[in-house]
Structure formats: C-alpha cells, structure tokens
C-alpha cells in the first residue's frame, strides 16, 4: 500500500527546543515536500526535494531546515521554534507529471 | 499576485443537488496541472481529481468534474449530487516548473458544507 508516513503526529514544546518530525515514504517517489498548514492561508509549501542531496526552498522555508540523505526519507527539522510555527504540518511524496501527491497524515505542532 | 485564487470562503448546498467551487490560477509555465483536494474534519488531504494543462477533455472522477476553461484560466469543481458527507474543506493546487524544477501551490480552500 502506498504510503507517507509522518512521526510524530502531535508534538507540543517551548521556544527554543529542538525538533525533527520525521517523514518516511514506500513508494519510491523522486519528489518529497513539506507543508504547513494555517486557518485562513491554505497550505504553504515550506521545502521541496526532487531527489536525494537536492533541496529547494518553498515560499516559507524561514525557520526550518530540511535534508534528503536517502529518497524515502525527508525529515523537517525546527533548530529553534517559535510560537509562530505553531501549525499543522504536512509531508508528501511524489512523481513529476504524476496526477497527483500522496500526503502523510499531518503532524500537529504546538509551540508555547 | 495571488497564483492560485478560491474566493468562496465558504458555500452551502442542498443534499442531492449539485455544487461548483471556483478556482482561478496564474502561471507563465505551459505545461502546469491542476489538483483538488478534500481535507474532511479528521485532517487529512484527499486527492479528488487532476487536470494536465495539455488535457482537451475535462477530467471526471465518479461524482467529481473538473470545468477547465485555459483561456479564463478557471479550474472549477464541480460535485454532482451532494452527499452528507461531502461536507469538507476543498483545496484547489497548481503544480508548475519553476528553474528546473517544480513546486505546487495551493488556494486557501473553500469550505463545503452540505444541508439535510
């Protein structure tokens, strides 16, 4: 079954704290994304990669940091959160000209 | 300017009657392709339908049409016979080549809800 997967799924911490949520896919997919969801905004695509050791920066990449050592994997790291990163994040996976991504579940972040 | 633009923040239907949810898009890249997505209250993103910008034919999938107009640069969707559980939020995307590479943009969504 294809699948994204996100860990972890609800994540609350303080200013400051350092924090990776993991991304994982099975499907073998060149492209992964990250993306942040806020009320009012849709979703903001934060970092992409169209394969291993290649990122890109996505309209709000400020504050976060990304890498891509091995193509299932694409984890999102905070070196220092804000209350502003305080969201609903979002991973996918996909093929160019593919019809579509696939998401992983959401990780809901809290930062006090 | 906004790329991609759904300026329905939220619409009511009818159970069993049809509903269009507007998207309007921006791009200089000739070949760009269209998504929507429902996200339900649970959270998570569901693929709904896809348009390549090449496509001569409107995409349909079961209850769900895509209304491409290229030249107004409309991507509408289109859900016939509205159920219950249609009642969502409806994100429409843009997938567009950006300096050899390719990014997606999405619209602040439209909230659907479906009446009894």
């Known amino acids: 079954e294809a699948q994204v997967t996100q860990n972890p799924r609800y994540l609350i911490t303080v200013t400051g704290k350092k924090l990776t949520v993991t991304c994982s896919q099975n499907?073998?997919?060149?492209?992964m994304s990250w993306y942040r969801q806020d009320p009012g905004l849709g979703l903001r695509q934060i970092y992409y990669?169209?394969?291993?050791?290649?990122?890109d920066k996505g309209d709000v990449p400020e504050g976060y940091k990304v890498s891509r050592k091995e193509k299932r994997n694409f984890p999102l790291i905070l070196e220092s959160p804000s209350p502003n990163q305080t969201s609903l994040y979002f991973c996918a996976a996909g093929r160019e000209h593919q019809e579509t991504q696939y998401f992983g579940p959401g990780t809901r972040l809290l930062v006090l | 300017a906004q790329k991609i633009t759904q300026t329905q923040p939220g619409m009511f239907v009818q159970e069993k009657e049809a509903v269009t949810l507007d998207c309007t898009y921006d791009?200089?890249?000739?070949?760009?392709?269209l998504f929507w997505y429902k996200q339900p209250s649970s959270g998570e993103m569901i693929f709904l339908i896809y348009q390549g910008s090449y496509d001569q034919q409107n995409a349909t999938e079961g209850r769900y049409s895509l209304n491409f107009q290229k030249a107004r640069k409309s991507a509408n969707l289109v859900i016939s016979a509205s159920q219950l559980g249609d009642s969502a939020m409806y994100f429409c995307?843009?997938?567009?080549?950006?300096?050899?590479?390719?990014?997606?943009?999405f619209g602040t969504g439209t909230r659907l809800k479906v009446l009894a």
């Open positions: 499907m073998n997919h060149e492209y």
């Open positions: 995307a843009m997938r567009e080549r950006d300096s050899g590479t390719y990014k997606y943009i």
């Open positions: 990669s169209m394969n291993v050791e290649v990122t």
């Open positions: 791009t200089s890249d000739p070949s760009y392709g």
